[in-house]
């Protein structure tokens, strides 16, 4: 950083980086003395950037607060997270509406030196998810996100207009405990005052958010992240399970995700209790499991489980064939 242009432009990174930094601070990192250094001060000012100077103990130098630089200044190291950041939110769904995580991502690239931009294309181009957005997934609105984002936090009520997956429309007066991100969908959970209980709605089925002046207080120790797993769990389905798994709870929470089933300690053991559509399938996921079980309910369970393991006993006992290469 030899030339002084580039020390002025180094010293404004800085400030961007810190809430304040000292004049000695800054002429260690600049290798200049603290006279250049309030040159540089005096520089950027001129140029139209509030560099605010104190001095006494607690002095030092830093930008006003509130203002916004029209050229974001980045590292190597944070355009690669920043790029990265934007890949994967697309990938898994993380973005609102479309296209703003691709406009985002195209505005950095343009402004990336040219060995950096190839190795970040490289990166791009040879990385795999193992989860991905399905690609039909509606994405909530930006609006409603950070309007339901600032309501939360400082817990004021909140009326918002619905759609149910039948698109039947609502109104809903609700005190919004927290946003959650799940398998690829943006949720928020908290009081329905329609219903007069917690509920959870997907965010791209709000159609509206009006902030009102009522507040409200959250239950303590409210987890919005299980509560949304444990509500999708719950979703109607055709049977109703519980079996009672031989294992310790830590080893079934490590296997189960909480989307799955419920899973509860009890002096048999631990109870799994879900809701399946296909009980073929929950024979499978059973026996993937590993542990020995014992059905409780529905009687027609132990029916798939016992044909699913006849399926598996017929495929050992297949005669192998010589394999020919494709």
Do not use: C
Not at 33 to 50: F, H, K, M, S, W
């Amino acid at each position: 950083m030899a030339h002084p242009a580039a020390r002025v432009l180094g010293m404004l990174e800085l400030l961007q980086s810190h809430h304040r930094l000292t004049g000695p601070d800054l002429a260690a990192r600049l290798d200049v003395d603290e006279r250049t250094v309030r040159r540089y001060a005096n520089t950027l000012v001129e140029l139209g950037i509030p560099v605010l100077a104190a001095r006494g103990r607690y002095g030092g130098y830093r930008l006003r607060p509130g203002y916004k630089l029209p050229p974001l200044m980045l590292t190597d190291d944070e355009a690669v997270a920043v790029v990265l950041g934007l890949v994967a939110a697309e990938q898994l769904g993380l973005g609102t509406a479309a296209p703003a995580t691709g406009l985002a991502q195209a505005k950095i690239r343009r402004v990336l030196p040219t060995p950096l931009a190839d190795r970040l294309d490289a990166v791009q181009e040879t990385l795999g998810f193992s989860l991905r957005r399905r690609p039909d997934t509606p994405r909530p609105a930006t609006a409603t996100l950070l309007a339901l984002g600032a309501a939360t936090r400082s817990r004021h009520r909140v009326t918002i207009g619905y759609r149910s997956w039948t698109g039947e429309p609502s109104l809903r007066d609700l005190d919004p405990y927290g946003l959650v991100f799940h398998s690829g969908r943006w949720y928020v959970t908290g009081h329905d005052h329609l219903r007069g209980e917690i509920r959870t709605f997907r965010l791209d089925r709000i159609v509206s958010v009006d902030v009102g002046t009522g507040t409200f207080s959250a239950p303590d120790g409210f987890d919005p992240v299980g509560h949304v797993t444990r509500s999708l769990a719950g979703v109607a389905y055709r049977w109703e399970v519980e079996v009672l798994l031989e294992a310790d709870l830590e080893q079934a929470r490590r296997r189960v995700p909480p989307s799955m089933a419920e899973l509860t300690a009890t002096d048999d053991g631990i109870l799994l209790r879900a809701r399946a559509e296909d009980l073929t399938g929950m024979a499978q996921m059973l026996a993937g499991l590993g542990w020995p079980f014992t059905v409780v309910r529905p009687e027609e369970l132990r029916a798939a489980v016992t044909g699913y393991a006849a399926r598996l006993a017929g495929y050992a006992e297949r005669s192998p064939r010589p394999v020919t290469p494709a």
